[in-house]
């Protein structure tokens, strides 16, 4: 499976923001799919993971509540996306999407990935 992200940018303090991803291959579907981030010099971190049929989730404490994980299964394209709401300066990184085959859905393990997207929350 193939991923790429996109949708980053600058937003405001308290703002919205979607990044989104796409994941090609042919059995993308059967992945299991998630986002994780990476502040500068922090260690890349879960954010929330969403099951191969959308429908069991898990999200990080600092974001339960304020992030929205989703994603569409279409043939051989998966569409992730994570909606962002009441950004806060210290969710500023770089967003990477990531899939792994896995009946159990957990928060580790994930063995492909895409490149990054950046956030930056700043007035």
């Known amino acids: 499976v193939q991923l790429q992200a996109s949708g980053g940018g600058l937003v405001q303090p308290g703002g919205s923001l979607r990044v989104s991803c796409r994941a090609s291959?042919?059995?993308?579907?059967?992945?299991?799919m998630g986002w994780f981030r990476q502040a500068p010099g922090k260690e890349r971190e879960f954010v929330a993971v969403i099951d191969r049929r959308g429908e069991s989730t898990i999200y990080a404490d600092s974001v339960k509540g304020r992030f929205t994980i989703s994603r569409v299964n279409a043939d051989t394209t998966v569409f992730l996306d994570l909606q962002m709401s009441s950004l806060k300066p210290e969710d500023t990184a770089v967003y990477y999407c990531?899939?792994?085959?896995?009946?159990?859905?957990?928060?580790?393990?994930?063995?492909?990935w895409g490149r990054g997207t950046q956030v930056t929350v700043s007035s």
């Open positions: 990531a899939a792994k085959l896995s009946l159990v859905l957990s928060t580790r393990g994930y063995d492909h």
């Open positions: 291959g042919r059995t993308a579907s059967t992945y299991a």
